[in-house]
């Protein structure tokens, strides 16, 4: 007896080479800024978590483009980004700046060590809460900042910090909100735009390419000053239309 035709299509356990060549690139890139922020090289640090993110948009985009999705590629793809985008940051920041603490004391040293590992401990939660919402979110939406928009806020506010030759020991209070703010961001329950929703179309307004060309030519001029004002700007989005939501519903009900 013929089995009935299964509706939804099971994903494929193939390994595939071009899409998971990609995820490998983001995973040294998030490598090698560990290492590079353990030799005091912060800038190359930095910016090797953002090619990490460049990289991590690509590769689901040629998976799907490519018809080669996978199951592997899926797990692979969330490893990777706990280095890159949880583990990498966490220990840039640490070397840049926490780990001056313990000139405050022992117990300042411990704060230190650990602030760092709240981020990557968040980073990885926010992943996992990610994979197990596969499939039933909004995907209009992000539920908590994702964990490469947190990696830009914190490595965008080290490279801005490091190019300007202010040292992380003397701002190392500073950097201590901003870990803290970007781990719990990442675990909070605010929603963020995904940017997911734009129409898929190969025509797009005449303003976007404005604007598109205006970044473009601002990061060539500034490239740590404008990243950090762009995720900044992001970071606070979620705060702030979460904030305007609860207004406007507390006025409606208040008629």
Same mark, same amino acid.
């Not at 583990?87 to 840039?92: E, G, K, R, S, T």
């Given at each position: 007896?013929?089995?009935?035709?299964?509706? =939804?299509?099971? %994903?494929?356990?193939?390994?595939?080479?071009?899409?998971?060549?990609? *995820?490998?690139?983001?995973?040294?890139?998030?490598?090698?800024?560990?290492?590079?922020?353990?030799?005091?090289?912060?800038?190359?640090?930095?910016?090797?978590?953002?090619? !990490?993110?460049?990289?991590?948009?690509?590769?689901?985009?040629?998976?799907?483009?490519?018809?080669? *999705?996978?199951?592997?590629?899926?797990?692979?793809?969330?490893? +990777?980004?706990?280095?890159?985008?949880? &583990?990498?940051?966490?220990?840039?920041?640490?070397?840049?700046?926490?780990?001056?603490?313990?000139?405050?004391?022992? *117990?300042?040293?411990?704060?230190?060590?650990? *602030?760092?590992?709240?981020?990557?401990?968040?980073?990885?939660?926010?992943? !996992?809460?990610?994979? +197990?919402?596969?499939?039933?979110?909004?995907?209009?939406?992000?539920?908590?900042?994702?964990?490469?928009?947190?990696?830009?806020?914190?490595?965008?506010? /080290?490279?801005?910090?490091?190019?300007?030759?202010?040292?992380?020991?003397?701002?190392?209070?500073?950097?201590?909100? =901003?870990? /803290?703010?970007?781990?719990?961001?990442? =675990?909070?329950? =605010?929603?963020?735009?995904?940017?997911?929703?734009?129409?898929?179309?190969?025509? /797009?307004?005449?303003?976007?390419?404005?604007?598109?060309?205006? /970044?473009?030519?601002?990061?060539?001029?500034?490239?740590?000053?404008?990243?950090? !004002?762009?995720?900044?700007?992001? !970071?606070?989005?979620?705060?702030?239309?979460?904030?305007?939501?609860?207004?406007?519903? &507390?006025?409606?009900?208040? %008629?």
């Amino acid at each position: 007896m013929n089995q009935p035709e299964n509706p =939804v299509k099971e %994903r494929s356990r193939g390994i595939y080479l071009l899409p998971n060549l990609i *995820t490998t690139g983001g995973l040294f890139a998030g490598f090698y800024a560990i290492i590079a922020a353990a030799s005091g090289q912060f800038t190359a640090a930095c910016m090797a978590v953002f090619v !990490a993110g460049l990289l991590d948009g690509l590769d689901g985009r040629i998976a799907r483009l490519t018809g080669t *999705t996978s199951e592997f590629g899926v797990q692979y793809d969330s490893l +990777a980004d706990l280095v890159s985008f949880g &583990m990498a940051p966490a220990l840039v920041m640490y070397h840049w700046s926490l780990a001056s603490l313990k000139l405050d004391g022992a *117990t300042a040293g411990k704060i230190g060590w650990l *602030t760092a590992f709240l981020y990557a401990a968040c980073a990885a939660l926010r992943l !996992a809460r990610f994979n +197990a919402q596969v499939g039933q979110a909004d995907k209009r939406w992000f539920i908590g900042l994702a964990s490469p928009a947190a990696a830009g806020l914190m490595m965008a506010f /080290v490279w801005t910090m490091h190019d300007q030759e202010l040292s992380g020991r003397d701002f190392r209070y500073l950097a201590l909100a =901003v870990t /803290v703010a970007a781990a719990l961001l990442m =675990v909070g329950r =605010v929603r963020y735009f995904s940017f997911k929703a734009f129409p898929r179309s190969d025509r /797009v307004p005449f303003l976007a390419m404005l604007a598109a060309l205006a /970044v473009f030519v601002a990061l060539a001029i500034d490239p740590p000053r404008v990243l950090l !004002a762009v995720a900044v700007l992001y !970071a606070l989005s979620g705060p702030v239309h979460w904030l305007w939501q609860r207004r406007t519903r &507390m006025a409606s009900e208040s %008629r």
